[in-house]
C-alpha cells in the first residue's frame, strides 16, 4: 500500500507541537494544530466583553502558543507564507476534523493519565489506518496504547522529534507491542526523505536513544567537574566546539534546555532502569539539588548556571555560578595547554588522540570523561539499539556532536580506548572483548565507499543500511580523488560526475581555490560529463580569503590584487560558461564569494538550512567576483513591461548594501540568490551531494550546450545613478550610514547602474564586471576598509567606521 501524507494533525501547540506543525508547513503538509479550550477569561477578554463561548477565546491558548512560535528565534519556519499551511483549532469544536488527516502526531505535557484521555479522544473520530503517533521523550510507548483497538494499536508508535524541530535532525521512532512492520518502515523512509531527518529505530525503553546517552553524559560531568575542581567556564570550553560539540556546550545547553527538565528525565531512568550499571549516576549531586531547590533552572527563570545582569550603566553582562558558593561572580577565562596544542588541528576528528595526552587537567577531564562514555555506551547495545552506529547517529542528530562515542573512540584506538574505560574505573560489555579475540580493532571500516560497522550478533563488520540514497565524501575521498591541491580534492562520483570539495580552512577561496576549480572544469571538459562543487562540512563557504586581501593591499601589491580579483572573476564565468553542466550544492553559512560561486553555476541544489548572502560591506568593499555584475544582470532579466525598473534594480542594491543574508534557502528566492524554476532545494543535507549529481547527470544527458556569452544585460544609467547617490546621500544626513558606508554604496551604485551613461543602455557581463574590478581596487586602498577587514580577522565581527 502506498501511503501519502497530504494533511496531518498535530495535537498540543506548546513549544514542541507548534515547532513540529512548523517544520510539516515547511515541507509543504497542511497541518491541522489543537489545543485545549481554555477555561477562564483573561482580563483583556473580559474588557471587551468576550465569553468563554466566542471562537477567538476557544481558540486563544493555540493561537498565541503558534503566534509564539513563529516570532521566535531561531525561526522554526523557512519562510512566513509558509504558516499559512497550518490550520489552528480546539480539541472540543475541531477533534472530528483529525478524520481527515493521514497522520496524527500528539504532543501534549508529559503524563501518562493526561495522554491516555487524549488517545480515547482520538480514537472516536480517527479514519481506520491512520498513523497515530505519540512525541513522548520517554513514558514507555507500550503503556499509552493500552485499551485501544487493534488497529489503533497496529498504527501506534513513538516518534520522537528534538527541539527545535527544525534545525535538530534526529527523529527516533518507538514500536509499540503490536506496531505493524511496515508502518515503521513508512515512518523510516519518510523522516530521512520528507522531514530530512536522520531516521533512528530505537527501542522502547527509558528516554530512548538519544536522551539515555546525552543525560548520562551531562550527569557524569556533574559528579566529574567537582572531583576535578573544573570551573563552569573551563566545563564549556572543553566540552564545546573543540571536541566537535555545539557552541553551547554543557552548561549553556542545560540553561536553556532547563535544569528541571534535565533532572526529571535523569530521575526517569533512575527510577526505571534497575539493571543500569552507572544507575547513581543519575542521583543529582548535593550542588544540583541545591540549585534546584532554589529554582535556578536557567534561561525561564532567568539564572542558572549563568545570570544575565544589567550593571548601572545600562549594559548587560554575563555571570557564572561559581559551584562551590553557589554565587555568581564575573566570567573567568579558561585556557588549557592541551587545547593550545590542537589549535593547529582543523579536523575535530584528528584532535582526539592529542587532547588525552597531555598531563593538565583537560587531559585528565577528557580520560575519564570518554572512558565513562565509551563503557558506558557499550553496555547500551543491545539494551537501547542492536546497531552500534545507531547511538552515534542519535548522538550527532539529536545533540549536535559531530563525531558520535564509537566514532571518537575509533580515532583514539580500540586499545588506547580500553585504557580509558579502566583509567576511569568501569569496564567494557563482554561483546568488546568478542572483538578483541576476533582481531577486530575498530567498530567502523570503510570499503568500496561503503561504511562498515561491528555486528554484535554476526560478530562481523556488516555494511550499514541504507547507503544507496548518499554519497559520503569522507568515504570516498582517497581511493575516487582525480586530483587535489592545498585547497580542493576533485572526486569522481560516478557517471561521468566530477565534485569538488574545498579543504581550505572555513572552505574560505583562495587561490588554492581558485587553481582546482579551473583544474576541475578542465578535467570535466576533457573526460567527464558534468561537474558539482559541494562539500560536507558545517559550511559551505565563508567567502574569500580576506586575509590574502588584507596582506596585498597592505603591502600596496595592487597590481597582483587587480590579477587576484580578476581570476577570481574569471573562475567565476567559467563555471557559468563551460561545455559541461555546473551544479553548486549550497548549505549552512554561504557567504560572499561562497554566494557568487552558486550564482554562477547552471543551477543550485541548496540544502534547506543555506544562509546565503553578499556580504562584502561588512569588510568594506563590493562583490568583486562577478557577485555586483550578477545581481545587475538578474534585475535586468526581471525588467516586465510596464515595470517601474528602479524599483526593481533597487530591490537587487538593497540586497547588496544592507548585507541580507537568507535565514533558509527558500528566503534566498526573495532575494534574487535563488532562482525560481532553475535553482532547487533539499531539506535532507545528507542527500545533497547524490541529488546534485543527479540533476548533472540529467542536464548532461539531456544535451547540455553551453549558453552564449551575455552581451544584452539592461542598465539604467545616470537615473539609476541619480537616484541611488540621493539615496545615500539622505543616509548619511539622517545618521543610518557612516561616510566610508556611503562610499562603498556609491560605489556599487556606479556598477549596478552601468556607470554615469546618459541612457539606459545594453552592456555586456564584461563590461560590468571590469566596472565591478575597478570598484573593489578602490575600495581595498582606502584605510577604512583596511580597518574592517582587521576587525574582521581579528574578531569576527564587522566593524562600522
Known amino acids: 500500500m502506498n501511503r501519502h501524507i497530504n494533511k496531518v494533525a498535530v495535537i498540543g501547540s506548546g513549544i514542541m507541537g507548534s515547532g513540529i506543525a512548523c517544520h510539516f508547513a515547511n515541507i509543504g503538509v497542511e497541518v491541522l494544530l489543537l489545543d485545549i479550550v481554555p477555561r477562564e477569561l483573561t482580563d483583556a477578554e473580559k474588557s471587551k466583553g468576550l465569553s468563554l463561548e466566542d471562537k477567538v477565546v476557544r481558540n486563544r491558548i493555540v493561537n498565541t502558543s503558534l503566534a509564539t512560535a513563529l516570532k521566535s528565534s531561531p525561526s522554526p519556519i523557512y519562510h512566513k507564507k509558509f504558516a499559512d499551511r497550518i490550520t489552528t483549532g480546539n480539541l472540543e469544536d475541531d477533534i472530528s476534523k483529525v478524520a481527515d488527516t493521514d497522520w496524527i502526531i500528539e504532543v501534549v505535557v508529559e503524563r501518562l493519565d493526561i495522554k491516555k484521555q487524549v488517545f480515547e479522544k482520538l480514537e472516536k473520530h480517527r479514519t481506520p489506518g491512520t498513523l497515530i503517533t505519540t512525541n513522548t521523550s520517554g513514558i514507555p510507548i507500550a503503556f499509552m496504547s493500552e485499551g485501544r483497538s487493534e488497529d489503533f494499536q497496529q498504527h501506534f508508535c513513538g516518534t520522537h522529534f528534538f527541539n527545535p524541530a527544525r534545525y535538530l535532525k534526529l527523529f527516533e521512532i518507538i514500536p509499540g507491542p503490536k506496531t505493524k512492520p511496515e508502518i515503521l518502515a513508512f515512518l523510516e523512509g519518510y523522516g530521512e526523505k520528507f522531514l530530512g531527518k536522520t531516521s533512528v529505530l530505537a527501542k522502547d525503553t527509558p528516554a530512548f536513544i538519544g536522551n539515555r546517552i546525552g543525560t548520562f553524559g551531562i550527569q557524569s560531568l556533574f559528579h566529574l567537574v567537582r572531583d576535578l575542581g573544573l570551573t563552569v567556564e573551563e566545563v564549556d570550553k572543553l566540552t564545546g566546539p573543540v571536541i566537535g560539540r555545539p557552541k553551547s556546550a554543557t552548561f549553556r545547553t542545560v540553561d536553556v534546555v532547563g535544569l528541571d527538565t534535565l533532572a526529571h528525565v535523569a530521575q526517569g531512568v533512575y527510577e526505571n532502569c534497575p539493571d543500569d550499571e552507572r544507575r547513581e549516576v543519575f542521583q543529582q549531586p548535593d550542588f544540583i539539588n541545591a540549585m534546584l531547590e532554589k529554582k535556578m533552572y536557567g534561561s525561564k527563570t532567568g539564572q542558572g548556571f549563568y545570570k544575565k545582569e544589567k550593571g548601572k550603566d545600562g549594559k548587560s553582562t554575563i555571570l557564572t555560578l561559581d559551584l562551590d558558593t553557589l554565587e555568581y561572580r564575573e566570567n573567568k577565562k579558561a585556557s588549557f595547554a592541551s587545547l593550545e596544542r590542537t589549535k593547529p588541528i582543523d579536523k575535530v576528528i584528528d584532535r582526539f588522540p592529542v587532547l588525552i595526552d597531555g598531563d593538565d587537567k583537560a587531559s585528565k577531564f577528557y580520560r575519564l570523561s570518554f572512558g565513562a562514555l565509551f563503557a558506558y555506551v557499550t553496555h547500551r547495545v543491545p539494551e537501547i539499539s542492536d546497531e552500534l552506529y545507531k547511538i552515534d547517529d542519535a548522538m550527532k542528530a539529536g545533540y549536535g556532536w559531530e563525531h558520535g562515542p564509537f566514532q571518537v573512540w575509533d580515532a583514539i584506538g580500540f586499545e588506547k580506548g580500553l585504557e580509558l574505560i579502566k583509567e576511569s574505573g568501569q569496564e567494557a560489555a563482554s561483546w568488546v572483548g568478542d572483538m578483541k579475540k576476533a582481531g577486530i580493532g575498530s567498530f567502523y571500516s570503510v570499503k568500496d565507499g561503503a561504511t562498515y560497522y561491528y555486528d554484535l550478533d554476526k560478530k562481523d563488520m556488516i555494511a550499514v543500511p541504507g547507503q544507496d540514497a548518499f554519497i559520503i565524501l569522507d568515504n570516498i575521498r582517497e581511493s575516487k580523488a582525480v586530483f587535489r591541491n592545498k585547497g580542493v580534492v576533485v572526486e569522481d562520483l560516478g557517471d561521468g560526475i566530477l565534485n569538488v570539495e574545498f579543504q581550505s580552512k572555513m572552505n574560505t577561496i583562495g587561490s588554492d581555490v581558485l587553481s582546482g576549480l579551473n583544474k576541475a572544469i578542465d578535467l570535466a571538459e576533457k573526460d567527464f560529463q558534468g561537474l558539482v562543487v559541494g562539500n560536507q562540512a558545517a559550511n559551505f563557504s565563508v567567502g574569500a580569503n580576506i586575509g ?168 539604467l544609467g545616470k537615473q539609476a545613478l541619480g537616484m541611488f547617490l540621493v539615496g545615500t546621500d539622505s543616509m548619511e544626513a539622517g545618521h543610518y550610514i557612516s561616510d566610508h558606508d556611503k562610499k562603498i554604496a556609491n560605489k556599487l551604485a556606479y556598477v549596478m547602474a552601468g556607470g554615469d551613461l546618459s541612457e539606459a543602455s545594453y552592456v555586456s557581463e564584461q563590461y560590468l564586471l571590469d566596472l565591478e574590478r575597478e570598484a573593489f581596487l578602490s575600495l581595498a586602498t582606502e584605510r577604512k576598509t583596511l580597518e574592517r577587514i582587521q576587525h574582521m580577522l581579528k574578531t569576527g565581527k564587522p566593524l562600522r567606521n
Open 548 to 715: 590574502m586581501i588584507f596582506m596585498m593591499a597592505v603591502e600596496q601589491e595592487y597590481d597582483e590584487l587587480n590579477y587576484s580579483i580578476k581570476a577570481f572573476q574569471d573562475t567565476m564565468m567559467r563555471m557559468r560558461y563551460s561545455s559541461i553542466p555546473t551544479i553548486a550544492a549550497p548549505h549552512g553559512m554561504t557567504l560572499g564569494g561562497g554566494c557568487e560561486l552558486s550564482l554562477h553555476a547552471d543551477k543550485v541544489v541548496a540544502a534547506a538550512e543555506t544562509y546565503i548572502g553578499l556580504v562584502e560591506f561588512g569588510v568594506g568593499v563590493i562583490p568583486g567576483g562577478g557577485g555586483s555584475k550578477e545581481m545587475a544582470l538578474r534585475a535586468s532579466d526581471t525588467f516586465r513591461k510596464n515595470d517601474v525598473e528602479l524599483n526593481v534594480l533597487q530591490e537587487y542594491f538593497l540586497a547588496i548594501g544592507m548585507a541580507k543574508v537568507s535565514t533558509s534557502a527558500y528566503e534566498a528566492y526573495d532575494l534574487g540568490l535563488l532562482q525560481k524554476g532553475k535553482d532547487i532545494v533539499v531539506v535532507n543535507k545528507d542527500r545533497q551531494i547524490a541529488t546534485a549529481k543527479a540533476h548533472a547527470l540529467l542536464m548532461a544527458e539531456s544535451g547540455y550546450t553551453m549558453p552564449p556569452r551575455r552581451k544584452d544585460v539592461k542598465v
